[in-house]
Nanobody, 115 residues
């Protein structure tokens, strides 16, 4: 079984920064994809960023240049550094891990950006 625990969400003003963390535990294989999705009220869950063990990243166009994802494979942890936050970044952010054809989700952490 795999568990993902996120932390670091909160309330921030427009232009501010936040750093999210997600620690994985359980049966974690070395080959996996970790990342972040988000879901705003009334909208579908959308990709924010993904990162593979070698560090190669993929970002949604809406966050390119503002968000940076990184991972510490030894700690089984993925991070999302968010800068220049906008009100439209307000959402519940979910950590994701994909391995051996299965996808696991964290419980989500709320990020609210006030205008």
């Amino acid at each position: 079984q795999v568990q993902l625990v996120e932390s670091g969400g909160g309330l921030v003003q427009t232009g501010g920064s936040l750093r999210l963390s997600c620690e994985a535990s359980g049966s974690i294989f070395s080959i996996n994809v970790m990342g972040w999705y988000r879901q705003a009220p009334g909208k579908q869950r959308e990709l924010v960023a993904t990162i593979i063990p070698g560090g190669r990243t993929n970002y949604a166009d809406s966050v390119k240049g503002r968000f940076t994802s990184s991972r510490d494979n030894a700690k089984k942890t993925v991070y999302l550094q968010m800068t220049s936050l906008k009100p439209e970044d307000t959402a519940v952010y979910y950590c994701m891990l994909q391995q051996i054809g299965r996808i696991y989700w964290g419980q989500g952490t709320q990020v609210t950006v006030s205008s």
